[in-house]
């Protein structure tokens, strides 16, 4: 079945340092690729999206390029800020599920990130 | 902005009792979903629910579990025996014609 796998955490960083958080993944076809934000005590946020391969999903100076060739969905940031710190979750869809719709998402287990002043 | 809305924020009930949590999904979305989070794993598929029934179910989505769309707005998950395991924060989420499942805040279930 389908998979995702993202580096292990936490990231500590101190602000304005360059921000690397990998992800893989393991599915069948096209699937869209996605990356949540979860802030404390908060629900899951959508930070960025790519339905296909090569396409660059960004927002807020984060980035992550699909590649289909390495099976991956890295995020990236140049320059992290404090209000940075958060979970992050690297989760696929798979390809239209049965013609009616997308179906469930697969997340990875999450990214601890923590930014210090 | 449209959002997905759930209720309550946190629930607190005795191991064995029913509970019932709801969701509000955006108005013009059509597939609906719900995931649980337990306290520092990873979030995890529950059930999707599409065209007034349930259009796939994970292991976890056992016969204690029910899904319902009493009406127009609501979309409710029900557990009829609830568990200690069953503590969870528990996501609602919905989409409409593309992949992107917008979620709500969630509703954080403690069972004692």
């Known amino acids: 079945g389908d998979s995702v796998t993202q580096m292990e955490g936490p990231v500590t960083l101190s602000e304005e340092a360059f921000l690397t958080i990998n992800c893989t993944y393991t599915a069948t076809g096209y699937p869209s690729l996605f990356w949540y934000v979860q802030y404390p005590g908060e629900g899951l946020q959508l930070l960025l999206k790519?339905?296909?391969?090569?396409d660059k999903g960004s927002n807020k100076g984060f980035e992550a390029t699909y590649r289909k060739e390495t099976t991956s969905f890295h995020l990236e940031k140049g320059s992290v800020q404090v209000s940075d710190s958060a979970v992050y979750f690297c989760a696929l869809s798979p390809s239209r599920f049965g013609g009616t719709s997308y179906g469930k998402l697969t997340f990875g287990q999450g990214t601890i990130l923590t930014v210090h002043p | 902005e449209p959002e997905v809305t759930q209720t309550p924020s946190h629930q607190v009930t005795q191991m064995g009792q029913e509970v019932i949590l709801r969701c509000v999904p955006i108005s013009n979305h059509l597939y609906f979903y719900w995931y649980r989070q337990i306290l520092g794993q990873k979030v995890e598929f529950l059930v999707s629910?599409?065209?007034?029934?349930?259009?796939?179910k994970s292991e976890i989505f056992d016969d204690q579990f029910s899904v319902e769309r009493p009406d127009g707005s609501n979309f409710t998950l029900k557990i009829r025996s609830t568990k200690l395991e069953d503590s969870a924060m528990y996501f609602c989420?919905?989409?409409?014609?593309?992949?992107?499942?917008?979620f709500g805040p969630g509703t954080r279930l403690t069972v004692l």
């Open positions: 629910f599409y065209n007034n029934e349930i259009s796939e």
């Open positions: 790519a339905t296909k391969a090569d």
């Open positions: 989420a919905s989409t409409g014609t593309g992949p992107t499942q917008y």
